[in-house]
């Protein structure tokens, strides 16, 4: 039956080192108490995942690898029993790098690739909690996150050839994920019973499977209600019958599909920033409170337990503030 949105609601492994049996025991200590002891090919996904989706550089990636060779190390050193590996032995391995008089950007860069590894690993469902979540490294300075201007944003969403099969889903794609401000795994597993089209919200599972309500646009809507006119003609994969978003052959999508299809339509319209399908959502927070709304709605929002994880958006606020006056002030205004 076709669904119409206000009718519906009522590969081989690369290695750390030479002797690949110690390093593939030693990532089973790291992650021994989740369900991936046996999986095969582990670091070379969680390359891919580096490479690809947060466009990192060859050297960067190559230095993240390393960094993990160093906490294996550690684990190895310590003879840490597998069971209870956690929070506390990383805050000992991070004691341990100051003792040796590590510096500090060298610390964080190291905690910043084992933050990776173990986020990699709960986006792939290998853990269910994430030990590093609450790790802090030492402070080297603010960096914002690379935003698109409101222009961008409609250059990027009206660029789509619609006459092509997936050109009304990808613009339907952009629209929610900037409108509602996703990340990309609750975009690609955004189910059509979780939108409310009347209501003009949507349910998000987020982190930890926590639920939210987001508000939705009725462009958004407007774009999903287009994009399921060409849904309906899929054949769509056994399970994933209400999933929103899906490829031709009627499965769900990938994050590293999501990845490409803003990429590669950025590159399309010149856009030349360093785009990833995270920079939306850092649109879709900064351009909110550029807007007037209040820090703590956009924290529910987002998803965040911390309002510290959302004040980063204060920061760009003020850049966003300092380029007003620099333009608009009658003392900086050039005759």
């Known amino acids: 039956m076709a669904i119409v949105l206000f009718e519906h609601f009522q590969q081989p492994n690369i290695r750390l080192y030479k002797d690949d049996a110690k390093v593939d025991k030693k990532i089973e200590y790291i992650i021994s108490y989740t369900m991936i002891l046996n999986e095969e090919g582990i670091i070379k996904k969680y390359t891919s995942y580096l490479k690809i989706e947060k466009g990192l550089s060859a050297n960067t990636v190559h230095a993240y690898l390393d960094d993990l060779k160093k906490l294996i190390s550690y684990i190895d050193s310590c003879d840490i029993k597998i069971e209870i590996f956690e929070s506390i032995d990383l805050h000992k391995f991070i004691h341990k790098l100051q003792q040796d008089k590590v510096q500090p950007r060298t610390q964080a860069r190291i905690i910043s690739g084992i933050k990776s590894f ?38 990027l969403s009206s660029s789509f050839d619609l006459s092509q099969p997936e050109g009304q889903r990808n613009k339907a794609i952009i629209e929610v994920m900037y409108g509602s401000g996703l990340r990309v795994s609750e975009l690609i597993n955004l189910k059509l019973s979780q ?135 009658p003392r900086n205004i050039h005759k």
């Not at 173990?118 to 853990?127: A, G, K, R």
């Open 195 to 329: 939108i409310y089209p009347k209501e003009e919200f949507i349910i998000i599972e987020g982190k930890g499977d926590k639920q939210r309500l987001v508000p939705i646009s009725q462009t958004a809507l407007h774009e999903i209600n287009l994009y399921l006119q060409d849904r309906n003609k899929l054949d769509v994969k056994k399970g994933d019958e209400d999933i929103l978003f899906l490829n031709r052959r009627g499965g769900r999508l990938t994050r590293v599909m999501i990845f490409y299809i803003i990429r590669n339509q950025c590159k399309k319209c010149g856009i030349s920033k360093k785009i990833s399908p995270h920079t939306l959502r850092h649109s879709f927070a900064t351009h909110l409170l550029e807007g007037g709304a209040n820090l703590r709605a956009i924290q529910q929002m987002l998803g965040h337990e911390s309002i510290t994880t959302t004040e980063i958006y204060t920061h760009m606020d003020n850049e966003f503030l300092r380029s007003e006056i620099l333009t608009h002030h």
């Open 118 to 155: 173990y986020e990699f690993l709960l986006l792939e469902n290998y853990i269910t909690h994430n030990p590093t979540e609450l790790i802090e490294g030492p402070k080297t300075g603010l960096k914002l996150p690379e935003v698109l201007t409101v222009k961008e944003i409609d250059l």
